[in-house]
């Protein structure tokens, strides 16, 4: 039997290398810790269907490699990205510093109307911590993100990171701020019936009502 959703999100999870994005995604998906975690060569991919606002949308999660000599290839990935986990390490103060830097790519190369999530990770490692949650909290609201911790190691705030991001595009859907049928949008109808109806596709119905 196929697997049933209304939308379809292209999402990205993106920063440097070690922050946790593989485990985060492993978390999401598995609901487990990831053992034997290795930086990750190019991309990884995983998807999953989550019920949100009454309606189920299929989440393909995009898990790009952090260190440099990757970065050609995985910013071929962010092309018609939707929504977008901009994770650091909370105990690496190096990590933080590249946030404007992958902020920047991911508003450039995806699209300025991307919903990005910023996720500090490693919440468990609170006694090593080198950001503080109101510094983070700050550069989110200068940059016109939304912001959690998390823990891929207990799964503290995990599932919550992706709802919140998926909150905020079908939100954004609602309000006709991003249009599903626009290319590159990073969103696709999965329930053909959640189609608009376009001004003009309803003026043409109700001429043919006049004139048949």
Known sequence: MSESYDYLFKFLVIGN??????????????????????????????????????????????????QERFRSVTRSYYRGAAGALLVYDISSRETYNALTNWLTDARTLASP?????????????????????????????????????????????????????????LSKIDAGELDPDRVGSGIQYGNAQLRRVTPQQQSGTSEKKKCC
């Open 113 to 169: 109307n991307i919903v990005i999530v910023l996720v500090g990770n490693k919440k468990d490692l609170e006694a090593d911590r080198e950001v503080t949650f109101m510094e983070a909290s700050r550069f989110a609201h200068e940059n016109e993100l939304s912001f959690l911790e998390t823990s891929a190691l207990t799964g503290e705030n995990v599932e919550e990171v992706f709802l919140k991001c998926t909150r905020s595009i």
């Open 17 to 66: 290398a070690g922050v946790g994005k593989s485990c985060l995604l492993h978390q999401f998906i598995e609901q487990k810790f990831k053992q034997d975690s290795n930086h990750t060569i190019g991309v990884e991919f995983g998807s999953k269907v989550v019920n949100i606002i009454q309606k189920s949308v299929k989440l393909q999660v995009w898990d790009t490699a952090g």
